[in-house]
């Protein structure tokens, strides 16, 4: 049974940082990439980093890129998203992913196919 559970969600004022976490259990052994994801309300799912363990790359959407880092530590199946430099447009609900590529075209993170549950992040002052 796939699970992706996140954790480490919240609010914070702008300017400030928090690190997302994902356990990963039970993916197919050819599942070599994971992803986040959020949503915005009222907005679509967009892609923002994705990682495929069998080269290590990683790709960021235009608007996180230098400001989010995606890191996974596979001895804990865990991925980690971190953010700084958080502004109050990043507030979404935040989805951890995994599936067999990563999948980008023109710019875009193309969905993936296991999802975790999401974790609420609120950028506010």
């Known amino acids: 049974q796939v699970q992706l559970v996140e954790s480490g969600g919240g609010s914070v004022q702008p300017g400030g940082s928090l690190r997302l976490s994902c356990t990963v259990s039970g993916v197919p052994s050819n599942y070599y990439a994971r992803g986040w994801f959020r949503q915005a309300p009222g907005k679509e799912r967009e892609g923002i980093s994705c990682?495929?363990?069998?080269?290590?790359?990683?790709h960021y959407a235009d608007a996180v890129t230098g400001r989010f880092s995606m890191s996974t530590d596979d001895a804990k199946n865990t991925v980690y998203l971190q953010m700084d430099s958080l502004k109050p447009e990043d507030t979404a609900v935040y989805y951890c992913a995994a599936d067999i590529a990563c999948t980008v075209v023109n710019g875009a993170i193309w969905a993936f196919s296991s999802w975790g549950q999401g974790t609420q992040v609120t950028v506010s002052s």
């Open positions: 990682i495929t363990s069998r080269d290590g790359s990683i």
